[in-house]
């Protein structure tokens, strides 16, 4: 490990900057299509992820017969885009006759895939079906493809061919929500065709036939799934079509919307045990990016549109979306960016004109995105960072400089490596004079060149001896922030290279506090507790703060007799929040030993009350997670413990509350609008882990 020396100034004599790499097309091949089984270890995982996480940057087509009414329906402009069947209430028989005018006389795969690959795209996902379930190649399973189009040429497979061709890789998103095969269910409401007939697991088996069709003809090295939300979509058919999937190409990798673990436009998995290997964040980026090892893909459109509307000419500008892309490689995921070409079969003028721009950058900075991983600080004011591991286990820095620092010199804050010998360079200019690099205290200080402007992104470049160390704030680490008698605190910090000192009474530590790293604390008293890193008699990184309340516990009730189980209740009505079922009479009742939604019927549009006493095995501290879709709240006693209420897809929150062992009243409330439903409660407690909640701890 480096240790890092105070106040060094690195002479930057001679020392020329040493070339970048190239820029590999594919650094890592494709993983071969020969089985290896589904339980994958590590490196296998790691194996068949690793073209995904190097490319960084893909193109995202939506493209169907949404093209051609491109968001107007009878003279009116809806805004509906892909989604105007479902947006305008069309019945399938007004939408299919589409197919007769669809002809792209335009389409040219070899543009579209020199578009992406000049702005240093790495892979294209196009919609092999949408909603619609219009489907852009000849399918065997149904008429309503492109066969059956006067175009009829097979759109998929002339852009598989293109796409090989350049070393683009081709992925395909896949519908599982389709709005016209008849066996499809639920019916849009407007939709009169007979459902009798109508077989939703024929329906599977016509998706598990149309993927067999696709990935025996186009290898598909993603497959993209979406619409996974309606009821009728379990967990069981997402674990059932991942294993599919995966059986049928061993190589391919799936998004988490196969399953039903998504959280919402968030898009990343819940725990839990679902399928997926990569979490979709749909037009947003994660606040603060992923813990290492989890995969993403930010999925986004250039302006608001997914399909073609002409009318939408809201696009982001370039810079927008330029240091997006960056932001993302910074917090270690990947940016599928969106076109929607028109029924001609062309890129709108603003998209072919921002991927250029885009392109221009990328011919110079690639480097800084391709096969770089996340940054190692969680906060740059003037801009981002993303990293790459050199053969010489040494590390590279990029850094990529947004906005012009007040001074003329950017900080790495709290970096504790040595810059390499050579010190730090324009990537855009790796052969003029190397830039001063000093340590100031704990922090690398970088001089720019004289009269910089850094305009949409200037990248620098910066070799480190060794992974990156960087300091922070120290971590507090308690079990939970409410005790009874004492709580154990526990402090820790990336390098013993720096001291930790802390408070107890909300005040910032200076370097006379406790020291916190000789071992664990104990405390009785409520704390705001503050702990801070010095490094050389100077603080560096963030305060680290926890409020940790000493609390009685909550005193358990003496009731004659308690029986086995809980009560529980239905309620009907079209309720937005758990308050708005109180006064409704239960419509079904009955006994549970476990907390889920087994009960039956069980409609759209409904709630559910269990009531009863829950039994503490012991006085203690007990946190309880709770998870719905929609809205649910816990009420032990008179307290809220956890408070998960509103309309919303699946979502967790936890509670802690300090129980008397013995029995306490006990009220889940839980309602459900229409879609998806679920209702998950586990707790953990005095020397026991997260866990659900077992039937002898439930009475009434
Ligand atoms: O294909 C593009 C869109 O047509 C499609 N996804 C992108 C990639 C899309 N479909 N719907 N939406 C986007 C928005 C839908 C959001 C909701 Fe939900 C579906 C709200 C409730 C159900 C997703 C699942 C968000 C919360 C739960």
Excluded at 61 to 67: K, M, N, P, V
Excluded at 241 to 251: C, E, G, K, L, S
Excluded at 350 to 355: A, G
Excluded at 459 to 466: K, P, Q, R, T
């Amino acid at each position: 490990m480096p240790i890092a020396c105070s106040l060094l100034i690195h002479a930057l004599l001679s020392a020329g900057a040493v070339p970048p790499p190239e820029d590999s097309w594919w650094p890592s091949e494709l993983p071969s299509r020969v089985a290896t089984p589904l339980a994958e270890s590590p490196d296998q995982h790691d194996a068949r992820m690793a073209w995904w996480r190097e490319s960084r940057f893909g193109l995202f087509i939506h493209w169907g017969l949404y093209a051609i009414p491109g968001g107007y329906w009878e003279g009116r402009r809806t805004g509906g885009a892909e989604w105007i069947l479902n947006s305008v209430k069309i019945h399938p028989d007004d939408y299919m006759p589409l197919q007769q005018q669809f002809d792209p006389v335009d389409f040219d795969p070899m543009k579209w895939v020199m578009i992406a690959k000049n702005a240093g795209m790495k892979y294209i996902v196009i919609t092999s079906k949408h909603h619609d379930g219009f489907c852009l190649w000849p399918s065997e399973l149904t008429d309503f493809d492109v066969e059956g189009t006067p175009f009829g040429r097979d759109i998929l497979g002339e852009l598989a061919e293109a796409c090989r061709n350049e070393g683009i890789v081709l992925c395909l998103y896949h519908s599982i929500m389709d709005w016209t095969q008849p066996d499809y269910l639920p019916r849009r409401a407007w939709d009169d065709r007979p459902a009798d007939g109508a077989d939703y697991q024929r329906y599977v088996a016509y998706m598990k036939g149309q993927l067999q069709e696709l990935v025996d003809r186009y290898q598909p090295a993603v497959l993209w799934f979406d619409g996974e939300w309606e009821g009728t979509w379990t967990h069981e058919d997402g674990q059932a079509m991942y294993d599919f999937v995966r059986t049928i190409d061993p190589a391919v990798i799936v998004n988490n919307r196969v399953d039903t673990g998504r959280t919402g436009m968030a898009g990343l998995t819940r725990s839990g045990g679902y399928r997926g290997d990569f979490g979709t964040p749909e037009q947003e980026i994660p606040a603060t990016g992923m813990p290492f090892g989890v995969d993403w893909e930010t999925c986004m459109t250039m302006n608001r549109s997914w399909g073609y509307q002409s009318f939408d000419v809201a696009f982001k500008p370039t810079q927008e979306l330029l240091r997006k892309l960056v932001d993302i490689a910074s917090k270690g995921g990947n940016f599928l960016l969106n076109v929607g070409p028109d029924e001609r079969g062309r890129f709108p003028e603003e998209s072919i004109d921002r991927l250029a721009a885009i392109g221009d950058w990328m011919q110079v900075n690639n480097e800084s995105i391709h096969g770089t991983f996340a940054s190692c600080f969680t906060d740059l004011d003037w801009g981002r960072c993303t990293r790459r591991n050199l053969p010489d286990g040494n590390q590279r820095l990029y850094l990529h400089v947004f906005d012009s620092p007040a001074s003329d010199v950017i900080r790495l804050p709290g970096i504790l490596n040595d810059p390499v010998e050579r010190g730090a360079y324009l990537l855009a200019t790796p052969g003029a004079g190397p830039l001063a690099v000093e340590r100031a205290g704990a922090d690398l200080v970088i001089r720019l060149p004289e009269g910089m402007s850094p305009g949409i992104d200037t990248v620098l470049v910066l070799d480190i001896e060794g992974p990156a160390i960087v300091v922070e704030a120290p971590s507090i680490d308690v079990t939970e922030p409410i005790f009874l008698e004492s709580a154990t605190l526990n402090f820790s910090a990336v390098s013993d290279d720096v001291e930790i000192r802390y408070t107890l009474d909300g005040t910032t530590p200076e370097l006379g506090s406790a020291n916190g790293g000789i071992g664990p604390i104990e405390i009785r008293r409520s704390a705001t507790v503050m702990a801070r890193c010095f490094f050389e008699g100077s603080p560096v990184g963030s305060v680290a703060t926890a409020a940790l309340r000493r609390v009685e516990p909550l005193r358990a009730v003496q009731t004659l007799t308690s029986r086995p189980g809980l009560r529980w209740t239905t309620h009907l009505g079209a309720f937005e929040t758990v308050a708005d079922f109180a006064d409704i009479k239960p419509a079904t009742e009955g006994v549970a030993t476990s907390i889920d939604l087994s009960m039956q019927p069980r409609p759209e549009n409904f709630a559910v009350r269990f009531t009863g006493f829950l039994e503490a095995p012991q006085t203690g501290v007990y946190r309880f997670s709770l998870d719905s879709d929609d809205g649910s709240r816990l009420k032990i006693g008179d307290v809220v413990v956890v408070d998960n209420d509103g309309l919303h897809s699946a979502l967790e929150k936890s509670g802690v509350i300090a129980l008397e062992k013995g029995l306490h009243p006990f009220r889940l409330d839980y309602f459900e609008g229409t879609g998806q439903d679920d209702l998950i409660l586990k707790w953990s407690g005095p020397n026991f882990e997260l866990q659900p909640i077992p039937a002898e701890a439930l009475k009434r």
